[in-house]
Each structure stands twice: as structure tokens, then as C-alpha cells.
């Protein structure tokens, strides 16, 4: 029998690995990590993403049907500008919360999964058992995901669970993410001859007023409803009387599943007129299950069992690991569901409930339960072969 690990205690330890990204430093977080897993009996593999950085992917089960895959990453955003008032390492607790950069977002979630599935060790030797893909980089856009999936790290799985912050309530997609970088480029001159130049801010400028009467062309989802574009920043010049030879145009698209991204892109080139050049940052696919597919149907009921929350599925407004991990799979039903609180995500003072924690991993049991007993290794993974 493997020694019931306590999800507070993980958690702590997780926050106290500090895995800013950028840089990362995910390593030491995966090795806490993996000597758990190990010791619990699974078989582990990490992998590097860069130096000082790693992911990790454990597996329990005897191959017998597709294992339940958990996923969540180890990386976490910066502290931000305003000072906390708590240790953002520190793993302080006061008021049923536990406080610390990455409680919500997700070392949490993650703590819950290890614990969850270190729990039920024993009985996941016998049966299709579970993987975990634990990844470094993902709040980069999904860069430990990405690796994996390059480096043929995943193996199989027949449903995926992402532990990513929902107050345990079930969630069923979200949006993608298609990040540019337009680049305008144009002929220095002295800012009092700007007849001798050509100016690349002015050409910046006719393509965002192009950008802004953009039309998708779509009709949106039923649920995530229309994609947006939004532009985030601009930059040109270097300083005030010369005229210009480079600007730069940072835009944020959100898209619905269904979109193609290089279509886009296409269009939104056309768009924007000749002499914008577009450089792709991130792009990432939307993820949608329908709720009414068998799996997620049973999987966020069984949830609602134990947090009382009614298993009406939702859908999350920041992307995950899925874009990347979902279709690298086959499209296997995804359902988000983790003990961070949504709001407290990317916040000064981030804290998690720990109640949830405990919670999260009850209903993670829960599901690993299902999954040996309801043959769902052969049901979930053909429905989703439908979708
Ligand atoms: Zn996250």
C-alpha cells in the first residue's frame, strides 16, 4: 500500500519551487515530482524542454485499455508589479486558504492529481490505469505540451482530465488562441525632411484601421460564442524627429473551434494590405467536448456527486495544454476541471480554497474509479472519434 500523500503538504512544496516562466526552472518542481511517483510504483519518463527545464510523464496500468490521462503544468506567471503581502514561496495558510504564486494556477491542481492518483495506486496496476503529462511552459503558450507531443512522449489515452482552475466545476472547452506580430517596414530620413523617408508607423497605422472593421466571416459557437481580435500593443520609432523605418502591430485573436488558424491568417494578411508582414507567437486550437457525449456527461455528474456543484458544463475563458494535448490524442473527450479559483489566477495574493483541494482530490478518485469499472477506455474513445 502506498503512504497516502496529503495535498496540502504537496501543494506547499510545489509553491515553494519558484518556476517563473520566463525563464521556467521547471526541473527540480518535475524531480519532487517524479521521486512521488516512483516511489509509488509508476513509471516515469521526464523530458527536457531546455536546459534547467522539464516535463514529466508517469504512467500506471497494465495496458490492458487507454488510460485516463490527468495533465497540468508546473510553471507559473510573474509575481507582477504590485507588492504581495504574502510569501509568493511560502505556502502560507490563513482562513481555509492556502497562498502562494501558482496555488490556483496550478500547482494545486497538480498536487491534487499526484495525490489522487498515488492514492488508487494498488488497484491502477490492474487495468487500462492512468498517465499524467505534467509540463513545464505552458503559461509561454503550451511550449512543454508542444515538445511532448514533437518528441512522441504521450502514448495513449482514452479521455483527458486538465486540472487547470474551475472551483471544481466541470468545464467542456474553450477558445483558441492565434497571437501576431505585424511588422511594417519603411526608409529612415531626418524628421524635418519626411519627404526624403517613408514612414513605417504611418503604415502601421492604415493596417489596425483596416484590422478594426475585421470581418470573421463566422457564425460563432452556440456556447463560446464569436471569436474577438483585439490589439495589444504597437511600437515604432526610436525617436522623435526621424522618420520611422520600422512599427510593430501585437494582436490577440480568440477563435472558436471549427476556425482554421492559416486561413486566417490569410485573410487577416489580406486584410491588412501589402506591407505588413506577419510573424505567428502563438497559435494554439480551441478545445470543445460536447457536454452530452458520454463520458463527460457521466464524468461531470459523478463530479457534481461529490462537490455539490451541479453538472452543468461550462466553458473557461483562458486556453490550456488541450489545444496542444486534446488532438494529439485523436480528439478524446477533455473535460477541465481543477481546485484553483478562476479569479484568483495570474492575482497578487493567488490563493487556493483548501477545502477544494481535498475536494479535487475526491473527485479525481472518483473518476479514476469510473474509469476501471465502467469500460469507458472503449466508449469514450470512439464517441470521440465522432465529434
Ligand atoms: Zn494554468
Not at 509568493?88 to 501558482?102: C, K, Q, S, T, V
Not at 500593443?233 to 522618420?243: E, F, L, P, Q
Not at 482554421?260 to 490569410?266: D, K, Y
Not at 477533455?334 to 483541494?357: F, K
Request: hydrophobic fraction near 40%.
Amino acid at each position: 500500500m502506498a503512504n497516502p500523500l496529503d495535498v496540502v503538504d504537496v501543494t506547499r512544496r510545489l509553491i515553494a519551487f519558484e518556476t517563473i516562466n520566463p525563464p521556467g526552472s521547471e526541473r527540480p518542481c518535475a524531480e519532487y515530482l517524479r521521486a512521488l511517483l516512483e516511489d509509488a510504483g509508476f513509471h516515469t519518463e521526464p523530458h527536457d524542454l531546455a536546459p534547467g527545464r522539464a516535463s514529466l510523464v508517469a504512467r500506471l496500468g497494465d495496458g490492458s485499455g487507454d488510460p485516463l490521462c490527468f495533465t497540468g503544468h508546473i510553471d507559473t506567471v510573474p509575481l507582477g508589479e504590485r507588492a504581495w503581502t504574502r510569501d509568493p514561496f511560502g505556502g502560507e495558510i490563513a482562513d481555509g486558504r492556502l497562498y502562494g504564486r501558482g496555488a490556483t494556477d496550478m500547482k494545486g491542481g497538480v498536487a491534487a492529481v499526484v495525490c489522487a492518483c498515488v492514492a488508487q495506486a494498488d488497484r491502477l496496476r490492474d487495468g487500462p490505469g492512468v498517465v499524467l503529462v505534467i509540463t513545464a511552459g505552458e503559461e509561454t503558450g503550451c511550449d512543454g505540451a508542444a515538445a511532448l507531443v514533437r518528441d512522441s512522449r504521450l502514448g495513449r489515452a482514452g479521455a483527458m482530465v486538465v486540472a487547470e482552475p474551475t472551483a471544481n466545476a466541470p468545464y467542456v472547452g474553450h477558445k483558441g488562441a492565434l497571437w501576431l506580430k505585424a511588422r511594417t517596414r519603411g526608409v529612415t530620413a531626418h524628421g524635418s525632411m519626411p519627404e526624403h523617408g517613408d514612414n513605417a508607423v504611418h503604415k502601421a497605422a492604415r493596417a489596425i484601421t483596416r484590422l478594426a472593421d475585421f470581418d470573421f466571416n463566422v457564425k460563432g459557437h452556440p456556447v463560446l460564442g464569436k471569436p474577438t481580435l483585439n490589439i495589444g500593443t504597437v511600437r515604432g520609432g526610436i525617436n522623435v524627429n526621424s522618420v520611422p523605418d520600422h512599427a510593430e502591430i501585437g494582436i490577440d485573436i480568440r477563435t472558436v473551434p471549427g476556425m482554421t488558424h492559416a486561413a486566417l491568417r490569410e485573410s487577416l494578411a489580406r486584410s491588412m494590405g501589402e506591407g505588413a508582414e506577419l510573424d505567428v507567437t502563438v497559435d494554439l486550437d480551441g478545445v470543445w467536448t460536447e457536454p452530452d457525449s458520454p463520458w463527460i456527461a457521466a464524468a461531470a455528474a459523478r463530479a457534481g456527486s461529490v462537490s455539490g456543484h451541479p453538472p452543468v458544463p461550462a466553458t473557461a475563458t483562458y486556453f490550456t495544454d488541450a489545444s496542444v494535448l486534446t488532438p494529439a490524442y485523436g480528439g478524446i473527450p477533455t473535460l477541465i476541471l481543477g481546485p484553483g479559483e478562476p479569479s484568483m489566477a495570474h492575482q497578487t495574493d493567488e490563493y487556493c480554497l483548501i477545502d477544494r483541494l481535498t475536494e479535487a482530490v475526491s473527485i479525481y478518485g472518483a473518476l479514476i474509479d469510473d474509469w476501471h469499472t465502467g469500460d469507458w477506455t472503449v466508449r469514450a474513445y470512439s464517441k470521440s472519434r465522432a465529434i
